[in-house]
């Protein structure tokens, strides 16, 4: 086998070679990589209303001492089991888990599409020992041969795809990190929500039990009373089904319970062994709607923009629009460059000797001719997703907007209401203490006493059911403007 010979003399010698002709190589890039190809992302206008429906002044300009609420905005209801529940939800919850993870992996892909712009080193290594066919080259000693070497790869980007790659993988790894912190704000509203959920159940049971033992004495008192003669069986008879319906609300109100108290388990990612277990208990619903929260004033539209799904559908916009680059880049050829120095040798001793220094320099050129189309259809491909991408993320600026109206709506009717059903309560109770007073008179029958316990009762359900309303209406307000408002 013939000796391997070279003119440079030196391994140093190679690699002086080599740099100055991959300096060549960048000034060239420099030069033909002016900008990247394909449309630069601009955001489109925006027409963001003046003022809200509810006559608050709204800046469009975005002051710079304007920022979003901080994230712990479930302390404003003072509770501290709420509180707990909603840190055990952070660190536990699957759904955040599972978003956290699509985040790791959406920052590795955007490292992958980094590291594109940049060259690639590898090593290869060998050893080997054979012969070749006595039969084809007649008969030829057994030889081993030792290589050492490195390659040093690089794809120039003179269009611009590998620039417009890194933008969409960066563009791609905020989406999905503000697509987690959208999914952390809905389950902490779904928290706090569920948690109030629970409360109103419990206010709900509670009268619903005071209204059974109340039922009871009746229907005794009603029993004796037709066993004295005083009443016809007629009498009794509505007593027992108007305690039987009363014992029928709490039951269905024990079973909500139940159901709600497995649901906040799922919530706050426990096990299965402790989805069952009854959760703590803070502050009563009354106390809970007590708290009194103000509707932000001077609130800038623009700051509807933060708000994290917002955000994360305009990134995924902002990526595709540099798809549409990376797509129309296959057009040109690409071009790269690959360079190897190493050493080989018949004998390993020899194999880091001067004249066993190997070397080389390729440029390549790959360039598209024909393929019936398949560019042409990527490029489309890629424009209807840009145009997908910018329909959603107009209709999350709709859908955030239409979030705070209603929001703003709903927070001033249930203050309106709860003040209305109050008074309302107040009146059927007194209305009661007052026919039993005349019933026990005799001025009045039992069928009065009846329709006012009715009454008295559904009014106490309804105060405890727009309590809860008013409630969910605010964790709504907080969640609708990206976790509510602070203005320093």
Known sequence: MPKLTT???????????????????????????????????????MDLPEQYPSAVTIDTSLPENVKAIPQKWWTVFNDPVLNQMEEEALAENQDLIKAAAAVDEAAAQARIARNGLLPSLSTSNAAQRGNTSNEVYGSTPTVSTYTVGATLSWELDVWGKLRRANEAGRASYLASRYARDATQLSLTAQVAQTY??????DAALTVSNSTVKGREQSLNLQRRRFEEGYLSKFEVAQAEAELASAQLSAQQQALAIQNTETALGILLGRSPRLLSQNNARGASIEQLSAIKTEDPVDLPSNLLLRRPDVVSAEQQLIAANANIGVARAAYFPSISLSGNLGSQSLALSNLFSGPAAAWSFVGNIAAPIFNFGTTQAQVKIANARQQQALASYQKAIQVAFKDVYDGLHSSSSNKQQLQTVRQQRNAAQEALKLVRLRYDAGYSGYFEVLDAERNAYSTELAL???????????VNLFKALGGGWQIN
Request: charged letters at 10%; glycine letters at 8%.
């Open 464 to 474: 405890i059911n727009i309590q809860l309303a008013q409630l969910n209406a605010q």
């Open 196 to 201: 109030f959920q629970l409360r109103a159940y």
């Open 7 to 45: 003119q440079l003399k030196t391994p140093h010698q190679v690699l002086k070679m080599s740099r100055a002709a991959l300096l060549v190589s960048i000034a060239l890039t420099g030069g033909l990589a002016g900008c990247a190809i394909g449309p630069n992302y601009q955001r489109a206008p």
